[in-house]
């Protein structure tokens, strides 16, 4: 079965430390998989993708097919990026969502 | 810049009755679904829409649900007999192309309560 595990629900950091998020998923195909974010009151928006290979706000992701993981890292937290994150993967048209990662950045 | 846009925000409905949530998507979106996540849980996807016709649907979607476009604006969802356990935040999106190659925008969720 496609499936997407985020294994934190919450993650607490201290600004200018590293962050990563983790993100395991279960796929037969060659998967597309994406991070999501939202901002507190805010609506959700694609943070990055794997095929686009950019870094989006100082934050990356690399898809590592061996161990099935596609991590969100960032190296130095700030305190706008508290939110929510979900990591996705594309399945037959349709994004398949992880429960969720509350990041919170504290000064 | 252009964004997908639901109402009502917040809509409270008594069990049995039919509601209708609404979203007008971004304007030349071709592609357009609905999400919902129960409170402490995961973004489920519900159903996608294209040309007019349902393209899927989870195993959610059975026939007290169901979508239409009635304008060439508006893309509705609506539930027939709500039930306690619909109660959720419902999310639309919409996409350009499909998901391999463009973004979904989502809305800003209406939260659906059903006492």
């Known amino acids: 079965a496609q499936r997407v595990t985020q294994p934190e629900k919450l993650l607490s950091v201290f600004k200018g430390a590293p962050v990563e998020l983790k993100c395991n998923y279960s796929?037969?195909?060659?998967?597309?998989l994406f991070w999501y974010v939202q901002y507190s009151r805010q609506r959700l928006q694609l943070l990055l993708r794997?095929?686009s290979r950019e870094s989006i706000k100082g934050f990356t992701a690399d898809l590592n097919k061996g161990e099935t993981s596609f991590h969100l890292k960032k190296p130095f937290a700030q305190e706008e990026d508290s939110a929510m994150y979900y990591c996705?993967?594309?399945?037959?048209?349709?994004?398949?969502f992880g429960a969720g990662t509350t990041v919170t950045v504290r000064a | 810049e252009p964004e997908v846009t639901q109402t009502p925000s917040h809509q409270v409905t008594q069990m049995g009755q039919e509601v209708i949530l609404r979203c007008v998507p971004i304007?030349?979106?071709?592609?357009f679904y609905w999400y919902r996540q129960i409170l402490g849980q995961k973004v489920e996807f519900l159903v996608s829409?294209?040309?007019?016709?349902?393209?899927?649907k989870s195993e959610i979607f059975d026939d007290q649900f169901s979508v239409e476009r009635p304008d060439g604006s508006n893309f509705t969802l609506k539930i027939r007999s709500t039930k306690l356990e619909d109660s959720a935040m419902y999310f639309c999106?919409?996409?350009?192309?499909?998901?391999?190659?463009?973004?979904?925008?989502f809305g800003q969720g209406t939260r659906l309560t059903v006492v």
């Open positions: 999106a919409s996409s350009a192309e499909g998901l391999s190659n463009t973004e979904a925008f």
């Open positions: 796929y037969s195909g060659s998967p597309e």
């Open positions: 794997h095929i």
């Open positions: 996705a993967l594309l399945n037959d048209y349709k994004l398949s």
């Open positions: 304007s030349n979106h071709l592609y």
């Open positions: 829409f294209y040309n007019n016709e349902i393209s899927e």
